[in-house]
């Protein structure tokens, strides 16, 4: 099976995800890493940060060619995101073109308390200047919601619902877990 | 016209769309009952709860021709499910292939306030000890109108949202009659 | 860049679009308005309340046609509705094939309260009596946003949420001209 595993920066995506892959002998693989590897492979970057200079095209290219390189994989968890708020808005990480060739067997969508999720970020250091407030991540929260549902009818992807409340991990896991054996 | 009629189990969909369809001259048409037709036809099951044991291709190709069957009628509303909620998650009824073949013209979206639909599926004798709470049914809802929205961007269909509340049937019949004519 | 704007009726849409246009140096074009010039120029209608009156087939071809013509521009904000209130229920305004012949790089969605919406209606002269209520509005701005993510994952086009309270003008404005430059 392969799972996309999606969440808003803060919901604590990264904890549940690689506990639940343990449990179930999972890979998580991140899908830009993936298209990391692809444009190093093909001699077009060197870092990482060097990835959002290269031309649309190209980036969309390499985009598709992780999503047919994750689809020849299987018992795996992708790390990715529905909706990346850009400056220019909330843009897609996964539009149709990707995910028809990714071919998505399950939906995960790891959600928390807007208010939780703005005081884990608080306490991240290193992370820049948050500009979110309650309101903002309560949105972003529901879009993402949106386009998994969008995501699910395009793919027949099923979608979970998965919360992840403060000092709930172990019950967000056994979610996790329990939705992909149901 | 082809109409499509979703509802989560216990918004009392039953009632309100065979007195809309007695009204209205149309024939209620179920969705699993025609799948199940067709794979009686083809000699692949006896009895309707075999159907899940199919292979998942050929469940799907049984579906294809379900929503091709429907696809010759007219005047007929059809009774399915924009997502079945199952233990490994929300399962979209109607995915975009099927959507594409079934071409509907409209979607009706039946709708009940989310502790009317508790108290309903208590009364409902026969069916099984149910796990959902207030907070899952509404999750229930809002999912439902996503898909019908994301399946109406699909296929052009107008989305109708009908409430259906506790004494209010003879309303929701003549809102769907109503959106019906409009 | 062609950027989508929608709104549903009473946000004040056109008064931030039209303003944020002239900061960016875009041309605002209406897309009924480029239907019904199409429709003119093939000798279909005379006036734009015809345009209704065609045949349903036509009416599509013609929207196809509008939406191919508007992807032949740059710098350009599309004047449109994601969905239309309806006796029939929410009509999509841009359903799927419309989409991928328009091919926008951004969806932009003025939103307001809902009461204050119900009050600009109110207020507004030579409008037919409005059926809506606050409840009705909150859940054709809620479809609307729906409508917009589905689009974006269909389209890769960003979508920006973008609030037009009472008094905020200048604010909804600089909203729309950060997320275009953004």
Known sequence: ?????????????STVMEEAARRLNYTVVNFGTVMFEI???GGLV?????????????QQE??????????AMDNVMVDTHMLIKTPG??????????????????????EA???EILQRRAGDEGRRRDADTVETIKEHLELTRMAAIASSILTRAS???????????ERAVSAVVEAMRG
Chains 1, 2, 3 share one sequence.
């Open 62 to 71: 390499i985009q598709r060619e992780a999503a047919e390189r994750i689809a």
């Open 46 to 58: 060197e870092h990482r940060d060097e990835m959002r200079k290269l031309p649309i095209g190209i």
């Open 159 to 169: 979608v979970c619902i998965v919360r992840n409340p403060q000092n709930g991990v």
């Open 39 to 41: 444009a190093r492979e």
């Open 89 to 110: 808005g909330y843009m897609p990480g996964l539009p149709q073109p990707i995910l028809m060739a990714l071919r998505p067997d399950r939906i995960i969508v790891i």
């Open 113 to 115: 308390d807007p208010v």
């Open 1 to 13: 099976m392969r799972v996309i595993v999606v969440g808003i920066p803060g919901v604590g995506k």
